[in-house]
């Protein structure tokens, strides 16, 4: 059974998660501070975790830092809204996914989903893959993307940008992670350029402006929309 | 200007006495001759009393000294008398100049000193003004401090009960298949929640109204039993996971204060206690007459409240550790029991480390019939 731990310190948030999880068939274990969610993840590891960011004790970004040294446990952070630099912080120091609060359940979970999805993918080899996003295909050999049987023709930097969020559908990426994988560790603030490279995509991709697959994160990052995952299951 | 002046004398002093020379002693002229040279020294210093009393003392040889109108001297004793006017001019005039010399630099190092204490009094009086200006500006910027942090509390405390409605109604609208029982506590949080919303809303009421200078209570006679009791039937919720126990003798004398404000004070303190106590830990509300006061006591087993912040827990969005709320609650208990005469204490919970609240109220007078 897929274990999940909900740090927060709201007993009623913490009801309210818990009963729509555990109706859903996953294990449940909540606490309402910082170190008992770092004494838990020690002692009975979960497959994934839920961290609200405002904790009584210690914060939950630090909460993240700690647990990254020495577990690769997934973690969705819970947060305010209005709080962008909180939630970089918080992907910065580790976490994989965040939800702004307030929230509705069927997000949180397909937020829960999309992190359990990349744990088990983790394990797995992704050199030669083709990585499969819904229609979209993205050959990482042979630098060829293609949406349903219509080939995309991308400049070098296009692809790497795609191909990066390709590797973890549903997740968010922040600017200062993409900048860095595709640019190089020298950037890190130049946010202006995914602008424009993101919305080159879109238009190459046919993203129907409604829905776009590549999602804006406003102050945070981009993610590339997961059918799976948002179709729940 | 000294030797003018001085010269001028002697010489309106010779005209005047050269009618009766022949009637008056040596001595008559002499000292009024002597009166040029004083002048000289006032006004000109020394140098012009020296030039003075040369001249003096040619003119009282000249005019005073027979033979008239010449430099000659026949008489020994008129010898002697001019050489003693000429020291004694020289004398009295070197002595007056240099007195008159000193009183010009003591009115004149006055001059300076007054000078440089208006510099001084000026240069202070700016910096008076520009400390006083500091000062409002740092108000300003506390003022302006405090309301961003009011907004920032504000928004938090309210999206907390909406984060847990939120999530419990859009699970259910989504149809998630839940036995009967959690279905009902889903409820219960979702009624829970929106009640805590509305508190707090009475608490921004109250904190407007504060702010406003209009929290005037409308006084009756209160029954403490009884607003106690009725308020912890309604918090019944917050205390699903401790234990409360209410001691407030039916006999106790009635408070003079407002009913509604009285209420949010109660409410406020229980809901405070709720919030630190641990799970099946004991909130205890009593109450007692003390010198002509009504004491009403909430007391927890929580961490309770270090010494050095027992005043400040009272102040606007200060809160205890472990605690994310906006800490206007306190805030309004205070303002409401002073503004009833009253006044609000925190102190250790006996026999534990929690913290116990004691609010004193005042009796209502009860009239002779």
């Given at each position: ?8 310190d709201?007993p009623a948030?913490l009801?309210?998660?818990?009963a729509a999880?555990?109706?859903r068939?996953?294990d ?14 020690a002692?009975t590891p979960?497959?994934?975790v839920?961290?609200?960011?405002g904790l ?5 970004i ?5 647990v990254?040294?020495?577990s690769?446990?997934?973690?969705v952070v819970?947060s ?22 307030p929230f509705?359940?069927a ?12 744990r088990k ?8 893959a ?11 050999a042979?630098h060829v ?7 995309v ?13 390709a590797?973890w559908?549903g997740?968010?990426?922040t600017h200062r ?13 130049e946010?202006?350029?995914?602008r ?23 102050g ?5 929309v997961?059918p799976?995952a948002?179709?729940?299951? | 200007m000294?030797i003018?002046?001085g010269?001028a004398?002697?010489v ?9 020379r022949t009637?008056v002693t040596?001595a008559?002229p ?19 009393a020296?030039?003075?009393a ?5 003119a009282y ?7 008239y109108?010449?430099f ?5 004793d ?7 006017f000429?020291?004694v001019?020289?004398a009295?005039g ?15 190092r ?7 204490y208006d ?14 200006e ?9 003022v302006?401090e405090?309301r ?9 405390d309210l ?5 847990s409605?939120r999530?419990?109604?859009?699970d259910?609208?989504d149809?998630?298949?839940y036995?009967?029982?959690t279905?009902t ?6 009624c829970d ?12 009421l ?5 702010e406003?200078?209009?929290?005037t209570p ?19 919720a ?7 126990q ?5 006999d ?5 204060g407002?009913?509604t404000?009285?209420?949010?004070v109660?409410t ?14 004991l909130v205890?509300v ?13 007391a ?6 270090p010494?050095?912040?027992?005043k400040?827990?009272?102040e606007?969005?200060r809160?205890g550790e472990g ?7 306190l805030a309004i208990c ?11 204490d925190v ?7 929690g913290a116990?609240?004691v ?11």
């Open positions: 059974m897929t274990r999940v731990l909900v740090v927060d709201e948030l009801r309210a998660v818990g999880l555990k109706a068939g996953y449940v274990a909540t606490v309402g501070t910082g170190q008992a969610a770092i004494d838990a993840i002692l979960p497959d994934v839920v961290l609200d960011l009584p004790d210690l914060d939950g630090e909460v993240c830092r700690r990254r040294e020495w690769d446990v997934p973690i819970l305010a809204e209005g709080s962008e630099e909180r939630k970089v912080l918080a992907l910065d120091q580790g976490a994989d996914d965040y939800v702004t609060k509705s359940t997000e949180l979970l397909a937020r829960i989903r999309v992190a359990l999805r990349h993918d983790d394990a797995a080899p992704e050199d030669d083709v990585l499969r996003v819904g229609d979209l295909q993205v050959d990482l042979r993307v293609e949406v349903g049987d219509r080939k023709d991308l400049t070098p930097k296009e692809f790497a940008f795609l191909a990066l969020l590797r559908p997740r968010v990426l992670a993409i900048l860095q994988d595709v640019w190089g560790p020298e950037y890190g603030s946010s202006q350029y995914l424009v490279y993101a919305s080159q995509l879109r238009k190459k991709l046919d993203d129907d402006p409604a829905q776009p697959r590549l999602i804006t994160e406003p945070v990052g981009y993610r590339l997961d799976a948002e179709a729940g299951g | 000294g003018a002046l010269a004398t002697v309106v002093a010779s005209a005047a006495l050269l009618p009766v009637h040596r008559t002499a000292l009024v001759l002597v009166l040029g040279v004083v002048v000289a020294g006032v006004v000109g210093g020394s140098i012009a020296m030039v003075v040369l001249l003096a003392a040619a040889n000249l005019v005073f000294i027979p033979p109108w010449t000659k001297v026949n008489v020994a008129d010898w002697v008398a001019l050489a003693v000429v020291v001019a020289l009295m070197l002595l007056v100049a240099g007195q008159a010399e000193r009183r010009r630099a003591a009115e004149q006055e001059a300076e000193l007054r000078t440089l510099h001084l009094r000026a240069m202070s009086e700016e910096r008076e003004q520009l400390a006083e500091a000062t409002r500006a740092q108000v300003l910027e506390r302006d405090q961003a942090a009011l907004l920032r509390s504000v928004s938090h999206r907390t009960p909406l984060a409605i999530a419990v109604a859009s259910l609208r149809g998630t298949a036995d009967d029982e279905r506590e889903l409820l219960e949080t979702v929640e929106a009640e805590r919303l509305d508190r707090i809303v009475a608490n921004l109250s904190l407007s109204r504060i406003a200078g209009a929290l409308d006084r009756q006679a209160v029954a403490l039993d009884e607003l106690v009791a009725d308020r912890v039937r309604r918090l019944g917050l205390f699903r996971q401790t234990r409360i209410v001691e407030v003798p039916p106790l004398p009635l408070v003079d407002d009913y404000q009285l209420d949010q109660v406020n303190l229980l809901e405070n206690a709720a919030r630190y106590a641990p799970p099946a830990s205890r009593s109450a007692e007459e003390r010198n002509g006061m009504v004491d009403l006591r909430v927890d087993e929580g961490i309770g409240v010494d050095w912040e027992r400040r827990i009272f606007p969005f809160k605690s994310r709320s906006s800490g206007v609650g205070k303002a409401i029991v002073e503004a009833h005469g009253g006044t609000i102190e250790r919970t006996a026999g534990g480390g116990t609240f609010v004193s109220l005042p009796k209502r007078e009860v009239r002779a019939p």
